[in-house]
């Protein structure tokens, strides 16, 4: 109950900051708008146990690429150039576009039975703090059918066990090592002749050049440009 | 069954989605439109998240919405140092006068 509560809010709070944003013209307000949009979906990665993630969401997006974008706004703001307008024509063209856009999304979510496709994926390997959602609707079955009174206590244990699976969302260690090229959350457990789970070392190491060379490059397109004039070029 | 489901995650997804394209499309500021980009890739994050949540994929999904959200902050720190470029040299950042990109 309170975490249907808790998505209800924090979903709509994500889809009002996202309208918004769409919605307002002044920049600043944009990115306000964005910082409450992009706390909401932080909030709906803890709901939906992934702690980690969560947490990096609010460091890196909110705590640095908006302060990042609100530098961009006080960097190129001078007047005329907070406010932008679009024609209303653009921007009822754009609504609609987008509107079409959002029906057909829905119309394709609403029609695919997610509970098959997730039932057809290959299991990964027991792990307590992989939450498993397919777990997750078998214990709720053993605990609706236990209605006779011998099995009671089988339907409270089975009860505790569901509380305890939805409350583990402790990711940090397993995406560590995953990191690392060790997958404990598929490899563990499994019979021997089954070949090992790819872990992310490569892409690991990918990004973190890429981010290095990502920011030396911002640094030198955006480094203050010397005028250089003719005469003071011996100076220099 | 008490809790939220996956479709429910996965309309907040495209509505995210939706909202960045008509972002992009309409704002005429640059650093509109970035914002529009990140609404776009925090859609396909809360999906991403969801589906490693309410399906057996275990934590592929996080890891690949971790490698997003390193590449969003990357794109946006280039694409500003560009919008600053573009600023000093239009005095604007208006993208529709961005059309004479030779010399």
């Known amino acids: 109950m309170t975490e249907q509560l808790l998505f209800w ?12 944003v769409v919605v307002t013209q002044n920049v600043v307000r944009m990115a306000f708008w964005l910082v409450v949009s992009l706390g909401s979906v932080a909030a709906l990665f ?13 460091l890196i997006y909110v ?13 190129t703001a001078s007047g005329h150039t907070i406010k932008v307008q679009t024609t209303p024509a653009e921007t009822l063209l754009g609504c609609g576009v987008g509107l079409l856009l959002l029906c057909v999304l829905v119309f394709g979510i609403n029609s695919v039975e997610w509970s098959d496709v997730a039932s057809r994926i290959p299991k990964a390997g027991d792990s307590a703090a992989v939450t498993d959602h397919a777990e997750d609707v078998r214990l709720e079955s053993a605990v609706t059918s236990a209605k006779s ?23 940090l260690r397993q995406l560590g090592l995953s990191f690392f090229g060790l997958r404990p959350d598929r490899n563990l457990n499994q019979e021997a002749g089954k070949p090992l ?10 990004i973190s050049i890429h981010l290095l060379v990502v920011l030396v490059g911002a640094a030198y397109l955006a480094r203050a440009k010397r005028r250089v004039t003719p005469g003071l070029e011996a100076d220099l | 069954m008490d809790g939220v489901g996956l479709e429910a995650y996965l309309i907040v997804g495209a509505v995210l989605f939706v909202c960045g394209i008509v972002c992009m ?7 509109g439109v970035l914002m529009g980009v990140e609404l776009v890739l925090n859609g396909a994050n ?3 998240v969801a589906f490693s949540r309410f399906t057996p994929l275990g934590l592929d999904g996080q890891a690949t919405a971790l490698f997003v959200v390193v590449l969003a902050a990357a794109e946006a720190a280039v694409a500003l140092a560009i919008a600053l470029n573009y600023y000093n040299n239009h ?9 004479e990109l030779h010399g």
């Open chain 1, 9 to 20: 809010v924090f979903a709509i709070l994500t889809c009002g900051g996202a309208l918004a």
């Open chain 1, 197 to 206: 789970a790819p872990g992310y070392l490569l892409p690991f190491e990918i």
């Open chain 1, 149 to 171: 009174d011998e099995s009671r206590d089988k339907a409270k244990n089975a009860q505790e066990a569901v509380l305890a699976r939805r409350q583990s969302g402790r990711t």
């Open chain 2, 46 to 48: 809360v999906n991403f």
């Open chain 2, 25 to 31: 499309a309409t704002k005429r500021n640059a650093i």
């Open chain 2, 91 to 99: 005095l604007t950042i208006d993208v529709d006068r961005g059309n």
């Open chain 1, 63 to 75: 705590g640095g690429t908006v302060v990042l974008l609100v530098f961009g706004v006080m960097l």
């Open chain 1, 46 to 58: 803890f709901l939906l146990h992934a702690d980690f993630l969560g947490a990096a969401q609010l």
